[in-house]
C-alpha cells in the first residue's frame, strides 16, 4: 500500500511538473512557421524525422524503412501538408503547429485531431 501511494504521489508531481515545463505557444503566421519550423529536423518519439524544406516540400526518413513525400502550404493558421505513404496518397491534412523553445507540438485535423510532439535540430 506504502509503494501505491508514494508512486500515485510521484507520478502526479511529475505530471504536473511536465504540464508546468510546456509552455508551448501556437503558430500563427507563415512567417513563423518558416522561421521556427522550415529547414530544422523535426524528430518524434520514435525516431522519424522530419523536414519542411522552404520550397514547399517534405522530407522524411522513417525508421520502419517507408518512404514518404509531401508538399505543403500554410492557409491561414495551419500547416497544410499532403503526403504520399509507401506509395498511397494520404490527402491533404491541415494541422495546429506550436512551439516551446526546440520542442514542437503538432495536432492534426485544425487542432481537433492526434497530436505529436517533436525535438528541433537545426
Known sequence: MKNTILFLAVAGTLAIAGAAHADYKRVKTAKQ????????KLTDEQGNVFVANA?????AKLKS??????????????????GVLDGKALGTDCQLWE???DTARMTREKGKGKTTIYSINN
Do not use: E, M
Open 33 to 40: 512557421f518558416n522561421s521556427d519550423i522550415v529547414g530544422k
Open 65 to 82: 524503412g517507408k518512404k514518404f513525400s509531401g508538399t505543403w502550404v500554410w492557409n491561414k493558421k495551419f500547416w497544410c501538408r499532403n
Open 99 to 101: 512551439t516551446d523553445g
Open 55 to 59: 520550397d514547399g516540400t517534405i522530407s
